[in-house]
Each structure stands twice: as C-alpha cells, then as structure tokens.
C-alpha cells in the first residue's frame, strides 16, 4: 500500500502565480519529509525538506508546509517560473525512503 | 564534481540472463539505494545500504541483489531478470546525515524481453 500519495498527477500554473503541490502520507512515523524535482532522462534533485517536528522550510522561492495532524504536505512555489516545469516528488523517509507517484508541473509563460 | 554514476545507461536483455547495473558515487557518502521508476507507481526503493556490509530490503526487493564491499559501489544484481523487471533504475547516496539531499545518478533504462 502506498504510503506516500499525490493525488493529483498534473497542475497547470501560469507564470508568476503560485504553484501548490500536495502530498499525503499515511505513517506518522517518519522522520523526515522531501520534494524532488525531476526532469526527463535525468535522476530526480533534491529540491528542499522539512523535519518532522516543524511545520515551515523556506528557501527562497519554495516553501514546504506541514501538517501532522492531517499526515499532509504542501510545496508553495512562488513565483513561479516556466523552468520550474518539471515532475515533483514528494518522499517520506525513516531508514527507508517512500516516495509519491509524481505530479507534473506545467508553468505557461 | 561531485556525482553518481551508473553503467550501462540503457540495457535490453532477455529474460533469465543475469545481469548487473554498476552504481558508484564519489562523494564518500554512507547511504546508497537503488530504486525503480514505473509508471504511476513513482519511485519504490529495491534495496537500501547504510554503510559497507550493510544491507536492506526496500519496498520491492525480490528479483533484485545487491552488495556492498566497497563505500563507493552499490552494484544491482538481476541473477535471472524477469519482463515485470523493464523499468527504469535510479541509484542514489547521501551523507549520514541522510535526512537530506540524496544525490541520483542519471538512470539505467533496462527493457528485459
């Protein structure tokens, strides 16, 4: 059973809005949560994190959000901009790593 | 420069010939994994490894083996790879203090036949 989720596979943003990405996770165990960017015939990179016992990571234009008592994540881009087109992952981790299934971002200029 | 690396890139093979896919990072990382790529099944850990000769099942491990005698290689063994196997691998290390960044290599598409 998957014990990260994204439910939506795909979102469309227009340049310069805000772009949110959602992750639900199911084991309140974990540690650790992360988002990976990931383009086409490259391995995903690292994008930001957030430990468990915080609720906010800021780093620059990304912030996470996290809500343990809803087992949910959010990443907030903004602005957004036509490179940020690319599919994110959101991964939980204890020893083990879990990722979601992706959500393809699509930033219009 | 800083990387992860992984041989051969793209590999078609046929099912029951033992195979195996190189990883090796330069970073001097401790945690190494393997994972695989599917469509709408994101990214599943096959195997994990905290440190040399330390070894773990992931989500997904059978069919998979690997070893680690060495901190910089994690070699993926497919002793007789099976079609449900074509996908596309990833191998990924990260410092000890692994809750952060983990660093992939560029991936190996394996297509078994």
């Known amino acids: 059973d998957q014990q990260v989720k994204q439910n939506s596979p795909s979102l469309s943003v227009q340049e310069g809005r805000i772009s949110i990405l959602n992750c639900d996770y199911t084991?309140?165990?974990?540690?650790?949560f992360l988002w990976y960017k990931k383009y086409p015939a490259e391995g995903p990179t690292f994008l930001i994190s957030?430990?468990?016992?915080?609720d906010k990571n800021e780093d620059g234009r990304f912030t996470v959000f996290l809500n343990k008592s809803a087992k949910h994540l959010s990443l907030h881009i903004v602005p957004s901009q036509p490179g940020d087109s690319a599919v994110y992952f959101c991964?939980?981790?204890?020893?083990?790593?879990?990722f979601g299934t992706g959500t393809s971002l699509t930033v219009i200029p | 420069e800083a990387q992860v690396t992984q041989n051969p890139r793209y590999l078609i093979t046929v099912t029951g010939k033992k195979l195996t896919v190189t990883c090796s990072q330069n970073?001097?990382?401790?945690?190494m994994s393997w994972y695989r790529q599917d469509p709408g099944l994101g990214l599943r850990q096959i195997y994990y490894?905290?440190?040399?000769?330390?070894?773990d099942k992931g989500d997904v491990p059978e069919g998979y083996k690997v070893s680690r005698k060495e901190k910089r290689n994690f070699p993926l063994i497919l002793e007789s790879p099976s079609p449900n196997q074509t996908s596309l691998y990833f191998c990924?290390?990260?410092?000890?203090?692994?809750?952060?960044?983990?660093?992939f290599g560029p991936g190996t598409r394996l297509t078994v036949l």
């Open positions: 084991n309140s165990m974990f540690d650790y």
């Open positions: 490894s905290m440190n040399v000769e330390v070894t």
């Open positions: 957030i430990s468990s016992i915080k």
């Open positions: 990924a290390s990260t410092s000890s203090d692994f809750y952060n960044e983990q660093f």
């Open positions: 970073m001097n990382h401790e945690y």
């Open positions: 991964a939980a981790t204890g020893n083990q790593f879990y």
